[in-house]
Nanobody
Framework: VQLQASGGGLVQAGGSLRISCTAS????????AGWFRQAPGMQREFVAG????????DYAESVKGRFTISRDIPENSVVLEMNNLKPEDTAVYYC?????????????????WGQGTQVTVSS
């Protein structure tokens, strides 16, 4: 499965961005997916995940209430809506596809990774 992330960019604090991840295969829609991020000098961390059905989601505490992950089945993609962005949200965001059907927080639970998209939040 190849994953293509898009939609990153530069935004001021308090603003919003929408990033999406489109998969090359329909099997993407039958397994869990997630978003991770990595800031300079930091380890990659879990941001949000969605199960195979799109009905169960999970979020890191730092983004809960501000970010929303969802599936777009016809487009074979997963979208991350980010609101009330903060400078500490600045990172490269990676989408990932799991072979599991339930949400996975651990990056080792994901077998396929996109190339990453830069999100920069200015103060």
């Amino acid at each position: 499965v190849q994953l293509q992330a898009s939609g990153g960019g530069l935004v001021q604090a308090g603003g919003s961005l929408r990033i999406s991840c489109t998969a090359s295969q329909r099997t993407f829609n039958t397994h869990a997916a997630g978003w991770f991020r990595q800031a300079p000098g930091m380890q990659r961390e879990f941001v949000a995940g969605v199960d195979w059905s799109g009905t169960i989601t999970d979020y890191a505490e730092s983004v809960k209430g501000r970010f929303t992950i969802s599936r777009d089945i016809p487009e074979n993609s997963v979208v991350l809506e980010m609101n009330n962005l903060k400078p500490e949200d600045t990172a490269v965001y990676y989408c990932a596809a799991s072979l599991e059907i339930v949400v996975v927080r651990n990056e080792y639970g994901y077998s396929y990774w996109g190339q990453g998209t830069q999100v920069t939040v200015s103060s």
